[in-house]
Nanobody, 122 residues
Framework: QVQLVESGGGLVQAGGSLRLSCAAS????????MAWFRQAPGKEREFVTA????????RYADSVKGRFSISRDNAKKTVYLQMNSLKPEDAAVYLC???????????????WGQGTQVTVSS
């Protein structure tokens, strides 16, 4: 089992940057692909980015390509989301999630954090 705790959210001006972290507990962190999703008020949870267990491959939603970057440190059991050139439409609660597979679908993720709020002012 994996427990996930996100941090690093906050208020940033449009064009600014934030770095989110997701700390995991549990012995088998390196066995899981990790992802970031986000959910804005009144909207469905949407895929942002994912990274394989080794960190060797990643995938991004079109809306964040070229601006966001996912990485992981298996020794620290932590996954990161570097967000640059933030836009007001990026504002949401950002959640990290873990899966034993490889997917962009919410339903395929087994473990979820509580989320961290990102607010972008225009």
């Amino acid at each position: 089992q994996v427990q996930l705790v996100e941090s690093g959210g906050g208020l940033v001006q449009a064009g600014g940057s934030l770095r989110l972290s997701c700390a995991a507990s549990g012995r088998t962190f390196s066995s899981y692909a990790m992802a970031w999703f986000r959910q804005a008020p009144g909207k469905e949870r949407e895929f942002v980015t994912a990274i394989t267990w080794s960190g060797g491959s990643s995938r991004y939603a079109d809306s964040v390509k070229g601006r966001f970057s996912i990485s992981r440190d298996n020794a620290k059991k932590t996954v990161y989301l570097q967000m640059n050139s933030l836009k007001p439409e990026d504002a949401a609660v950002y959640l990290c999630a873990a899966t034993t597979g490889w997917s962009t679908r919410v339903r395929d993720y087994d473990y979820w954090g509580q989320g961290t709020q990102v607010t972008v002012s225009s």
